[in-house]
């Protein structure tokens, strides 16, 4: 999950998320960093628009909350 | 026939009775805020006298010759005399210092289940039910199917395959289907003081006019507290009523302002916490590369 | 909906709702009164439990407000 | 929430929700007028569109509400 | 809400919701205080379970949450 | 969320959401204010739409009063 | 909302949630920290149990939001 939240922090930040920043972020929080991982999800994420989703994300609990 | 509409019969070639006659039936009407028409057609002498008591102490039963109930409404004059029109049939005064919607609420109430005879007009649809009839095989399904009704011998018995409207309201009554009611039991009818027209304080009412939906009313109510805390709540005008809604609703604000900013508050924490975690799975799911993401998030 | 609010006026203060008090209230609003209207709002009320349609209308007001 | 139907009636008839207005229909109600609470509605109500304050359903759960 | 949203902080802070305090609180933030409705806001709120209301809310994180 | 109510007050009044404004606030209320807290909340809600977030609540109530 | 993802990549990596942590993370991201927001992140979350809080989502929000 580091990983993907460190993609969302460089997102908040405006910097580019790229296989350094992402590094930087994951190592300045402990973590061990896999550097294949982190290539992946680069690369998965250049297709991706980042606030889109975590807008759907904000309306989604919604719908959780009825039950 | 009513025992005072004898007694006219017998009385009707003196004047001077009629005359006094006339006086009463007058003080009758001006006697009442509300003075109305209703038919009697149909009622039996007993019902009639049982209604009479139903109604003391909120209303009152007048009857008398149709001329002579119409020379009183138009003696007393004073708008009375719209009645006039509605004196036909067998009829009597109605007279009360009830509201008229009251009364006419009274009256449906008192209306009873009777028979409906050979020769009669149907006031309404006349069905016979689906259902067993408990009636054993016999010829008595040749007549049900005859009058009309979806019938046949099922189970040892004969049943009434589906509702089946076997007269349409204004139609007579055939001798053979008022038999088959009779066998059935079945009690078309709705017996009672018909209420024809009021007039009250000024106004002439129609049963159209008297039939309240209260339905509607509890509806409007309903609507009016609805309006009400609406606008108690949006122009923050707090009530006992509505303060409650006030405190919850700007407890809402905050915390909507609270999660948006991400203000960095004990209470918020857990809400933003979870924003957070939806927000991750949420990018999560748009990723293909299974290779990006941890084994929980995958898939 | 003037005659439904004297109603429900006459209600909260403890008033009886009856014709007299519902013309009052009406009359102070500066409402043309019609008689006939009072009359059958007084007949209507007289079948309904205003406590349990306020409760009601209290619990759903975003679906009451709709008419 | 009499003073609160009392503006919903003078708003239906027309007239001017002011004090005097206000406070002649309670009255006329029974009620025991407060003259500060007649204040604050027609203050409250100053600057508010008062149809569409109705036609809004009210944004607060509906559970919160007093007795 | 300005009036609302004092008593709420009145609440928090474990102060008593009364007339001065109310207007204390509004006349730090600047507001042009009326008197009548801190009176009336005073007197709604004497009979609210506070908490109640404001768990209400907190039970709807929902839509809430957006953004 | 005593913080966050001082911000909304002052959003209502028009009054600057800043640290001496919101400390006003808060002492007016007899908060024990931690001025790290105050910074935090300015620097929060520097921003954001406070208008809009208002209104996303509103959306709220039908969610939370299905439930 | 960086600063909440920075206490949770340090969640997820098991380091401690303080001022420190939190600050090297967010700087490695290339944000310029806010000193009183992370302190204020930290304080605020010393008694939250993350784990439970995503776990509990939709289930008691009104017991989770009631700290």
Partial sequence: MEYVYAALILNESGEEINEDNVTAVLEAAGVDVEESRVKALVAALEDVDIEEAIDTAAAAPAAAAGG | MSAESESVRKTENLPQWKEEEVDELVDFVESYNSVGVVSVTGIPSRQLQAMRRDLHGSAALRMSRNTLMTRALEEVDSGFEELVEHI????????????????????????????????????????????????????????????????????????????????????EVSAQLANVLNELGIEPKEVGLDLRSVYSEGTLFDPEDLDIDVEEYEADLKAGVAAATNLSVNAVYPTSRTAGQLLSKGAMEAKSVGLQAAIEDEELMPDLVRKADSQLRALAALIDDEEALPEELRG
């Fill in chain 2, 88 to 171: 036909s049939g067998q009829v009597a005064f109605v007279g009360t210092n009830d509201n008229p919607f009251a009364l006419f609420k009274k009256l449906e109430a008192s209306k009873t289940p009777a028979p409906i005879n050979a020769g009669e007009v149907a006031p309404n649809d006349v069905v016979i039910p689906e259902g067993d009839t408990g009636v054993d095989p016999g010829p008595f399904v040749g007549e049900l199917q005859q009058v009309g009704a979806s019938a046949r011998i099922m189970d040892g018995s004969i049943k009434v395959t589906e509702d089946s409207t076997v007269l349409e309201a204004g139609e």
